[in-house]
């Protein structure tokens, strides 16, 4: 049984039944997956995104990183220096696009 799938079957690291606490090493742990799943993420973008691209799926990749660097980034799971190698791509995808210029609706 590979570590990932130990630590979604085991109780005692993500408990489910009501009343049961989240143990200690909890943030640690959750941090340490957050880490390997940047760096999934990042192998995808390397040594995969031509195969995305083929396959008209660069939509859908762009968007999970783009939720998962939030995320990351709003509750500091991941620490920035080890997310600044795709600092360029997180910079475009993350940033939200410019009003429209057809957009005349205006504040009152």
Request: charged share 20%; with cysteine; proline share 6%.
């Amino acid at each position: 049984m590979s570590l990932v799938q130990k630590l979604v079957t085991d109780e005692d690291i993500f408990p489910t039944k009501y009343g049961k606490e989240f143990p200690n090493s909890f943030e640690s742990l959750v941090k340490k997956i957050c880490r390997f799943l940047f760096h999934v993420l990042a192998h995808i973008y390397w040594a995969h995104f031509k195969e995305t691209v083929l396959l008209d799926l660069q939509g859908h990749l762009n968007t999970l990183y783009a939720h998962f660097i939030v995320f990351v980034r709003e509750f500091n799971l991941v620490d920035p220096k080890e997310t600044c190698i795709m600092d360029d791509l997180s910079e475009v995808v993350c940033t939200p696009p410019p009003p429209s210029a057809q957009n005349h609706v205006t504040e009152r």
